[in-house]
């Protein structure tokens, strides 16, 4: 089994890697460690913790996080089809506008039960 068309991936790889891996030892060799009490003390937000860190979060805060999601991937579809617009005709542009369509349905579906309103 000749495995030779593969050491361009492997070598991709361990560059990656490396690329990755020797900043950060670089800079704990390196860089300077001066601990004191502000950088040791617990950090949220520019104030101390004054409650358990677990304590329960409003919904809507996931709801607001879901449809961000949600909208975001939408956008990360369209720029694939905008760049092959002129190779997919006009059977792929209607097949997009149907799914924006759908999602437009959807989005104005959250609208009117109040999910995009924050309190």
Request: net charge negative; proline share 7%.
């Amino acid at each position: 089994m000749n495995l030779d068309p593969y050491l361009p991936v492997l070598l991709f790889i361990l560059v990656g890697v490396a690329i990755g891996i020797i900043p950060q030892v670089l800079g704990y060799i390196l860089g300077p460690n001066r601990p004191d009490q502000a950088k040791n003390s617990p950090y949220e937000c520019g104030f101390e913790a004054f409650e358990d860190a677990r304590m329960k979060f409003d919904v809507r805060y996931y709801l607001v996080a879901i449809l961000f999601i949600l909208f975001d991937l939408e956008i990360a579809f369209l720029f694939p089809w905008a760049v092959s617009l002129k190779e997919i005709g006009p059977l792929g542009f209607w097949a997009v506008m149907l799914f924006l369509g759908i999602l437009v349905v959807g989005f104005v579906y959250e609208w009117k039960k109040g999910a995009l309103d924050w309190e």
